[in-house]
């Protein structure tokens, strides 16, 4: 059995000091990955000493809106995004990916930071995250900073957090009126699903000629950890979205993923199964955009 001593935070100052004060220590908040893991005494677990409640700190969960940016709690849960005005207005697919996770009971409690943070191969909000190039606020009793979502997760369940840091805040950059989104994902059951496979895009196209003039293709569960799809970025970037092959297309994302990771067991199952959500998604994307320009 797993001991530890319970520490609780009122306010970001208190959490930042008991941060600061102990090094063994794990943060929770809606505890839908850490209580679970405490409870298989996983192997992923990592020795520690204490656990720091953030749950009640009402100034880390926030939606708010800036001319440049969109800017996110960490305590925000996935229903505060299901139902948020304002990322339905821009983001959408975070709204997707939102609801495809778990029960009611997980959306109600699992929070954003939470998600990110626990760095999952399987989680569902980093991969549309990161195809928005969003940022992640790091605090300590020594200052702030900014890093991108890219440079936070370095590995399965690893982030590049310091021990005495804590996440205050997800940026995500406004992105012009010709942007198109799309969150693909097959599940293991539909109910507590735990992603099996998982692909964020995000898509500028220009309406006159219907040319991709930028394009961040990001899947879950495919590699490792997320990370953007770069080669088959660079094939589609400044290319029509009336004239790819998307079959041509799909084996080659399919081929990417395989030099990230070599051949596994589950290659033959996951290999075609990621071409064909990424058709999927692009068609979604140019569906949208051709209706916008008629």
């Known amino acids: 059995m797993i001991e530890y001593d319970f520490l609780t935070a009122k306010d970001v100052d208190a959490a930042l000091e008991y941060l600061h004060k102990y090094e063994s220590i794990k943060v929770i908040a809606g505890g839908t990955d850490l209580l679970v893991d405490i409870h298989k005494e996983s192997s992923r677990?990592?020795?520690?000493?204490?656990?720091?409640?953030?749950?009640n700190i009402k100034a880390l969960q926030f939606i708010d809106e800036t001319e440049d940016s969109v800017e996110l709690g960490p305590l925000c849960t996935h229903t505060m995004?299901?139902?948020?005005?304002?990322?339905?207005?821009?983001?959408?697919?975070?709204?997707?990916?939102?609801?495809?996770?778990?029960?009611?009971?997980?959306?109600?409690?699992?929070?954003?930071?939470?998600?990110?943070?626990?760095?999952?191969?399987?989680?569902?909000?980093?991969?549309?995250?990161?195809?928005?190039?969003?940022?992640?606020?790091?605090s300590s009793v020594n200052g702030r900073r900014l890093i991108p979502l890219d440079n936070y997760i370095v590995g399965p369940y690893k982030t590049s957090k310091n021990h005495d840091e804590l996440v205050t805040k997800i940026l995500i950059p406004k992105v012009d009126e010709n942007y198109r989104f799309s969150f693909q994902k097959i599940g293991r059951r539909r109910a507590l699903n735990i992603a099996r496979l998982n692909l964020a895009v995000a898509a500028k196209i220009n309406k006159k000629d219907l040319k991709i003039e930028d394009i961040r293709i990001v899947p879950g569960s495919a590699t490792p950890f997320p990370v953007r799809f770069k080669n088959i970025e660079m094939e589609i970037l400044n290319k029509k979205s009336n004239e790819l092959n998307l079959e041509e297309l799909a084996k080659k994302i399919g081929d990417e993923m395989v030099n990230i990771t070599g051949e596994r067991w589950s290659t033959p199952y996951k290999k075609p199964a990621l071409g064909a959500i990424f058709k999927k998604a692009i068609i979604e994307i140019t569906n949208s955009s051709d209706s916008d320009s008629h």
């Open 45 to 55: 677990l990592e020795k520690f000493d204490y656990i720091l409640d953030i749950s």
């Open 81 to 138: 995004l299901i139902n948020s005005k304002i990322i339905n207005k821009y983001f959408p697919f975070l709204v997707t990916a939102a609801k495809s996770i778990g029960s009611t009971q997980i959306r109600n409690r699992g929070t954003v930071g939470g998600n990110i943070s626990n760095a999952s191969p399987a989680a569902d909000l980093i991969p549309p995250l990161m195809a928005l190039n969003a940022e992640i606020e790091l």
